[in-house]
């Protein structure tokens, strides 16, 4: 039960999320104790990941700015585990170039924050910076290719199964049309012989004839309509009337068939 509501409501992920962000801020005051500002930046670094998957980049933005107004007094008041998050959802949420730049502002917001000089720095804490920022993005971006492919496979299986059930039907279709066109030409040949001798008895078996083709019509249109891919239904032409009769000699007279009557 709780599995399926984590899985199918997000805003319940976002908003447990959003708690252990605000929870992580704050713990690490326990005797330094918390002023307004740093309760003001934990508090707004958490209500941002409530939207961070509609908004992954001005979520990342806005959390850049709390991480710059919190580091820049004390490395210690910057948001990190908001940042860490906002940046996993640009990789999870956006393309491989927003991904890429918007990591690559993190960097230079790095920069400024600990104040080193482009030729001073040293290997390790260069390294650091770039792969902090780099790390979640990219597993944002591994994750969204991974369910990127899920869907796809999905969507594969789908497919195969509609052509196999396809393949099925037409086999179907197939069997009923020799089946009943077997039985109708059955039908025919014995009223053929017993027109002559029992007139009663041919028209009984012109008139299963008929009904077994109407059987076969009726049959075919509903595997048809399964067949068919626009949802529209295949108009009813199982049983012919009077009030066709119009249009069927005109379409005999068009294919060059003596009509007389």
Known sequence: MISTIWMNRPWVRDAAIAALVLAAELLGYPYTGLDIRVVS??????????????????????????????????????????????????????????????????????????????????????????????????AGHIMRLQAELSHRREQQIAENAVRAERRRIARELHDVIAHHVSVVGLYMGVARRTIPTDPERARLTLLTGEDTARQAMTEMRHLLDVLRTDGEPIENQAGVGVGRLPALIEESGNATLEVSG
């Open 41 to 138: 930046i934990a508090v707004g670094a958490a209500g941002l990941m409530l939207v961070r998957r509609r908004h992954p980049i001005v979520v990342a933005g806005l959390v850049g700015v709390l991480y710059l107004v919190g580091a820049l007094p004390s490395p210690y008041d910057a948001p990190v585990s908001a940042m860490l998050i906002a940046l996993y959802s640009v990789g999870r949420h956006t393309s491989a170039p927003a991904s890429i730049v918007t990591a690559a502002l993190v960097v230079l917001g790095g920069w400024l924050v600990h104040d080193l000089p482009w030729e001073a720095a040293p290997l390790a804490t260069t390294a650091a910076l770039a792969l902090t920022p780099a790390l979640p993005v990219a």
